[in-house]
């Protein structure tokens, strides 16, 4: 399988380079800015020490940045299962969107169809697991919400990319806001925990921001911060996949 890009290079990358077998994870992101040029710019400009491996155009064009065998650096401080910043063991993806600080829209049909070709391609190269595929803010929740609630992980996941509960909407529906007791919201985190998320030493604002990230992910319909029935189900049914 080969992957068509055109390549903008980013100088900001670790040099020492890395091995193949290192590669353990996909991070999801979107650019967050208020336009497609600027945040090209901004991950190539040397002052910005930020970048990324792809960049996802609106119009679906792929551009490498930084090729796969070296670090970018798009994760930050972040924590995933037993991994502390995933820059090291993760491959970055970008998709130009202006997120949720500039009016957060849609990602347009043609990135989708670029992002699961290129995400297979990375899958089967770097025989990455369902469970290690991410979005920024499942690792570093305290600061990040992109790829944010409108990112299409259920339909991901039908392309056998990420993992997803296949639990029926009806069913979730009815337990949507529906309140659980103080014992089941200790299980929850535990479950939260199973999957990968960091859930140690959890202020109420942590833990406020950690909810929504999992809501952005798994329960993109009500994004309150709020741990429910709906929640908890899913949550259940995620840690026995992982
Ligand atoms: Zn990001």
Known sequence: MHIKTSQN?????????????????????????????????????????????????????????VPELFEAWHAGKSNWQKDISLNKNSIGIEISNTGHEFGYKEFLKPQISSLIKLSKYLIKKYNIKKKNILGHSDIAFERKKDPGEKFPWSYLASKKIGIWHKIEEKKLKKLRKKEISNIETFIFIKHLNKIGYFTKGLSNNKKLRLVKSFQRRFRQRLINGKIDRECLIIAEKLSKLS
Not at 26 to 40: D, F, L
């Open 9 to 65: 290079c980013s100088p900001n990358f670790s040099t020492t380079g890395r091995n193949k077998k290192k590669i353990k994870y996909i991070v999801y992101h979107y650019t967050g800015m208020s336009s497609e040029n600027k945040a090209i710019k901004r991950l190539t400009d040397v002052n910005s020490n930020v970048s990324c491996h792809f960049f996802i155009k609106k119009n679906g064009q792929i551009i490498l940045m």
